[in-house]
């Protein structure tokens, strides 16, 4: 039985909800039929020693897309883990607006995997990341 996706507006009022997502500031931009796209605004707080996004961000937007896509497909109902991330860093990025779009590749009984495609305003690409969850709890 497939879970009823959530909507926009049901994952807007839940964003809130997951505290070091809000404190990053990540909004929802867009839902996709196989994900969503998430923003975040780059500040002096999240940037680096030399001035630019701190990797660590870049990584929890590609870890966060995902598992919000994930939580989208699930309608909220399913616990999930991150078990691994891989980053790869392309470009950095030292003002404006990140724009992460996380791609549900394989949606299995104990593991899914997504990839996330991370773009400045300009949409050059800046990061990519491979990141696979957990399913914990009720399958149901």
């Known amino acids: 039985m497939t879970a009823h996706k959530l909507t926009a507006a049901e994952l807007r009022a839940l ?3 997951m505290a070091f997502n809000e404190l990053l500031g990540i909004r929802l931009s867009r839902l996709h039929k196989d994900g ?3 923003v975040c605004s780059v500040r002096d707080d999240l940037r680096n020693g030399a001035g630019f996004l701190h990797g660590g961000v870049t990584a929890t937007l590609a870890d966060a897309c995902a598992g919000i896509a ?3 497909h699930f309608g909220g109902k ?3 883990t991150t078990v691994e991330l891989k980053v790869n860093y392309f470009r950095p990025v030292a003002a404006g607006k990140v724009f992460a779009r996380a791609h549900l590749i394989r949606i299995g009984s104990t593991l899914c995997v997504a990839r996330t495609d991370l773009k400045d305003e300009e949409r050059n690409l800046i990061a990519t990341g491979l990141v696979t969850y957990m399913l914990l709890g009720d399958r149901s």
């Open 15 to 17: 964003l809130p909800k």
């Open 70 to 72: 994930l939580t989208r």
């Open 78 to 80: 399913r616990p999930i």
């Open 36 to 38: 969503v796209t998430i």
